[in-house]
């Protein structure tokens, strides 16, 4: 079956930085998208990885291992508006997007 | 340029009850998506468009039903409402359905009793 892993929650201190992990397992892969959650809202895109490697964008990157299945999200100088649930999705071969339960993540002064 | 529509906001509805959950987008994109949301869960997708007058089973279907009758709408009803699909429904769009990044709606929140 298809897969993705992320930590169900994360504890962080404002300026500080954290790294959200995600690992997948997916019939075929065509990229890797990484979406921000503020509660009671919608997902937002922050980032889409589809070659291996490091995509930095402001104080957020995202990083990607295709022979690894494996992805992390890193945010930097973090501030208290940071506080949200970050999703991991996949597109399977089918051009499906497989999405994680997604990381919520918490900023502490 | 507003995006996703979605309406209503948030519905309370008594199982059994037939309800449409609509979906706008004006960004005239091909592809369309409709997505459940539950705690501790990933979206889930229910049924998606790729382009105007064709529509697809996604992972949940059952007891959903979606219609694109043209580029801008799609909505999604439930015909016989059950308390399981008590959730939060997000409808999304990418200009193309592929590996284009999708755009959500503000989400509608039902509550079935």
């Known amino acids: 079956g298809q897969n993705i892993d992320q930590p169900t929650e994360m504890t962080a201190t404002e300026g500080a930085i954290v790294q959200i992990n995600c690992t997948y397992q997916t019939s075929g892969f065509n990229g890797l998208f990484w979406y921000q959650q503020h509660a009671g809202e919608a997902p937002t895109f922050l980032s889409y990885n589809v070659l291996d490697g490091l995509e930095e964008k402001g104080r957020f990157s995202s990083f990607l291992s295709r022979s690894k299945g494996y992805s992390y999200l890193l945010l930097k100088e973090l501030q208290m508006k940071d506080s949200a649930s970050y999703l991991c999705?996949?597109?399977?071969?089918?051009?499906?997007?497989?999405w994680g339960a997604g990381t919520k993540l918490i900023i502490k002064p | 340029i507003a995006g996703i529509t979605q309406a209503p906001t948030s519905q309370i509805l008594a199982a059994g009850r037939r309800m449409t959950l609509r979906c706008t987008q004006d960004?005239?994109?091909?592809?369309m998506y409709w997505y459940r949301q539950d705690l501790g869960l990933g979206l889930r997708l229910i049924h998606y468009s790729n382009t105007a007058g064709t529509t697809g089973k996604g992972e949940v279907p059952d007891g959903y039903s979606v219609s694109r009758a043209n580029t801008d709408d799609f909505p999604l009803t439930l015909a016989s409402a059950v308390p399981s699909q008590t959730s939060v429904y997000f409808c999304?769009?990418?200009?193309?359905?592929?590996?284009?990044?999708?755009?959500f709606g503000p989400g509608t929140r039902l509550t079935v009793l």
């Open positions: 999304a769009s990418s200009d193309r359905a592929t590996t284009d990044t999708q755009y």
């Open positions: 960004m005239r994109h091909n592809a």
């Open positions: 999705a996949v597109t399977d071969s089918n051009y499906q997007l497989i």
